[in-house]
């Protein structure tokens, strides 16, 4: 099942969102000192991609540079991929088929806000607290 609705969410809007946390990466690798938020952009483009079978963990000690480096991160590209979410999100949730695919897009919300500190990882590893 994981595997058809990463096909739905693929064709539908995955494509476009990774395009857009791809161009958010390439953005901030430009500047040697914004090169971290474009490895997390990269990271979220390979889950904006494919997104069902995984989720988000939070380090719990992710320290303060992790919490500045958000702050930065939603001003510079973050409230431009939450709202592309959201959007994305309201439009598959208008259909039957598309509504669990419109909940994994208001669900991705938080990583695309605050990406430093987070690891995106397999349903299946022992982390993963349900």
């Not at 000192?33 to 990269?42: M, Q, Y």
């Not at 592309?84 to 909940?103: E, K, Q, R, S, V």
Request: a positive charge.
């Amino acid at each position: 099942m994981k595997t058809i609705l990463n096909i739905l969410w693929l064709v539908l809007c995955g494509f476009w969102m990774a395009v857009g946390y791809v161009v958010a990466g390439i953005l901030c690798c430009l500047l040697i000192i914004t090169i971290p938020f474009g490895i997390a952009s990269f990271r979220m483009a390979n889950y904006a991609l494919w997104p069902f079978g995984r989720t988000v963990v939070r380090h719990p000690r992710a320290g303060a540079a992790s919490t500045i480096g958000n702050v930065v991160w939603i001003i510079v590209a973050g409230i431009w991929l939450a709202i592309g979410h959201l959007t994305t999100g309201i439009a598959l949730c208008l259909t039957i088929i598309g509504i669990p695919l419109g909940i994994a897009s208001f669900k991705m919300i938080p990583i695309s806000l605050v990406p430093l500190g987070a690891e995106i990882v397999s349903t299946n590893d022992p982390r993963v607290a349900y």
